[in-house]
């Protein structure tokens, strides 16, 4: 069988989480679903938190439209963000909690 030439796009598209290649995209909604913007696309090892303040610090068009004191609800992958996004981006952000 033959192996791709590839092997770094290899490395860098493959989740070990998953188990599988992929990348993602990272989509922007306001509340009302409403798709406000459209990023990426990040390869499989970038994180959520990662790819937000990544985002927020080379695109200017993004931090023009989010202001201090906006609030950001976000899943749980972006919780190792949360508290750079509270002090350094003055967001007021909400993140789910779960309760069992």
Known sequence: MDKSSDNELQRLTYSDQKKRHFVRPMTICSSDGRIVDLHGPYFAVNNDAQIILDTLKQNSDLSE??????????????????KELAETYEFIVHLPTCNM
Do not use: A, E, T
């Open 65 to 82: 439209l989010l202001r201090p004191n906006d609030v950001i609800i976000l899943d749980r992958g972006f919780r190792d963000c949360s």
